[in-house]
């Protein structure tokens, strides 16, 4: 199943050049995936996206940016002012799967701050304030506490494509268990990416478009007295 969507992306003209910012806008309205295949800008030109097809680069796509994504919720988020400081930390803990700097005398594992804040900082453009708000931010230490995290949910790539240095990833999040029942779909999205040339070339989230489904009720497995 494949789901095409347009993907929100704002830009300021003015700084096509010097920035890789996450949020881009315009005096004449909003600049779509769309725009960019049909419009050229006096000096600047788009080439279309072209389709990715090969499916060993699909799972990788879902390994290296949607299941790290995943965690970052709210899933409808569009924009990363919209994600919940928290899980920026988390999202870290998932795509860099570092080495605890040391632990607390309870045992929670400590990251040191900098190292923290500048891995997130090459894949959204979130501020240093906004990380350090997040309830496992421990400002006296200057690290981060983190405890166990979980995701009943999973995701697939079910396409994509690539334009320049943009890319665009269509997912699903899917639970092949819940509540009961098998193989239920939470929804589906779209996310924009452009690479960073400052993080060897790895996308950063520019914009995301999610779809929730309705869930289905909760189904009781075996007799109830």
């Known amino acids: 199943m494949k789901f095409k969507k347009t993907i ?25 995936k769309n725009t960019i295949e049909e419009n050229t800008l006096e ?17 990788q796509l879902n390994c290296d940016y949607i299941v790290p994504m995943s965690y970052c919720h709210p899933l409808e988020w569009e924009t990363a002012s919209d994600i919940y400081p928290d899980n920026f930390i988390v999202f870290y803990l998932v795509k860099a799967r570092p080495e605890p700097e040391s632990k607390t005398e309870d045992g929670l594992p400590n ?6 804040e500048s891995f997130i900082k090459q894949y959204f453009d979130v501020d240093t304030d906004t990380l350090r708000s997040a309830q496992m931010y421990d400002a006296e230490l200057g ?3 983190t405890w166990g995290i979980g995701n009943v949910w999973e995701s697939r790539v079910v ?33 924009l990416l452009q690479q960073n040339p400052d993080n060897n ?12 489904l309705p869930l289905p009720e909760s189904t009781v497995i075996g007799e109830s007295y």
């Open 43 to 59: 000096e600047y030109s788009f080439p279309e996206f072209s389709s990715i097809e090969n499916e060993s680069i699909l799972e």
């Open 143 to 145: 690290v981060y506490h």
């Open 159 to 191: 396409g994509a494509s690539e334009s320049d240095d943009y890319l665009e990833i269509e997912y699903e999040i899917f639970a092949e268990l819940y509540s009961g029942i098998t193989n239920v779909t939470h929804g589906y999205g779209s996310v």
């Open 8 to 32: 929100i992306m704002f830009f300021v003209i003015s700084m096509l050049i010097s920035s890789t910012s996450c949020a881009y806008t315009n005096d004449e309205g909003t600049i779509t």
């Open 111 to 116: 990251y040191h701050q900098e190292e923290v």
């Open 201 to 212: 070339n790895e996308y950063k989230f520019i914009s995301n478009e999610y779809h929730k």
